[in-house]
């Protein structure tokens, strides 16, 4: 069963960072893509962040390209965000989800979320 | 202001039919698969259609999906009241080089 665990979440006041974590099972990890998936509180979905298999490939939203680095390791399995700079406007839930890429980009399992607050 | 732009809320009663429509432009529908996301309350989303209208295993067949142009629709018949949730669209944008969704849809089975 495939199984995407995200932790790492919590308050943090502007201008700070956080490193988000997502430990995946279930299935070969270093064979998918990876995304970060954001939603601030009664909003939509944004796509964040994604990452190629290896590690090679790093692509962003425009809102936290220099702020935010994607990364895995793929010895464990597992799928990393660093957040700096952190603004008010980051407070969301994040998600980790697999990116699958063969007939469209979608994302076909989703974890169940950590909460990211950014405030004074 | 999300990219693809859906209607903010639809309503039907149960056991009717319900389309959700999803605008954007070529950069992302008209030149890529449209997928679809069902979020039920307080849970994360789940992919619901992908490929423009490709169901994934397990997923009930009263969901469809079509594309035309730069537009595309979800549609659900025989609604129940478990189909209450928000709907997204999705797709590749080429020009912003990642995934933009739509605003959502929250549906309500009255």
């Known amino acids: 069963e495939v199984q995407l665990v995200e932790s790492g979440g919590g308050l943090v006041q502007p201008g700070g960072s956080l490193r988000l974590s997502c430990a995946a099972s279930g299935f070969t990890f270093s064979s998918y893509w990876m995304s970060w998936v954001r939603q601030a509180p009664g909003k939509g979905l944004e796509w964040v962040a994604n990452i190629k298999q290896d590690g090679s490939e790093k692509y962003y939203v425009d809102s936290v390209k220099g702020r935010f680095t994607i990364s895995r390791d793929n010895a464990k399995n597992s799928l990393y965000l660093q957040m700096n700079s952190l603004r008010a406007e980051d407070t969301a839930v994040y998600y980790c989800?697999?990116?699958?890429?063969?007939?469209?980009?979608?994302?076909?399992?989703w974890g169940q979320g950590t909460l990211v607050t950014v405030s004074s | 202001q999300s990219v693809l732009t859906q209607p903010p809320s639809v309503s039907e009663a149960p056991r009717q039919r319900v389309t959700i429509s999803c605008s954007g432009s070529?950069?992302?529908?008209?030149?890529?698969?449209v997928n679809w996301y069902q979020q039920l309350p307080g849970k994360a989303p789940k992919l619901l259609i992908y490929?423009?209208?490709l169901l994934p295993s397990g997923v009930s067949d009263r969901f469809s999906g079509s594309k035309s142009g730069t537009s595309a629709s979800l549609a659900i018949s025989g609604l129940q009241s478990e189909d209450e949730a928000d709907y997204y669209c999705a797709a590749w944008d080429d020009r912003l080089n990642g995934v933009v969704f739509g605003g959502g849809t929250k549906l309500t089975v009255l």
């Open positions: 070529s950069s992302n529908i008209g030149n890529n698969a």
């Open positions: 989800a697999r990116e699958l890429r063969d007939y469209s980009n979608r994302f076909d399992y």
């Open positions: 490929y423009d209208d």
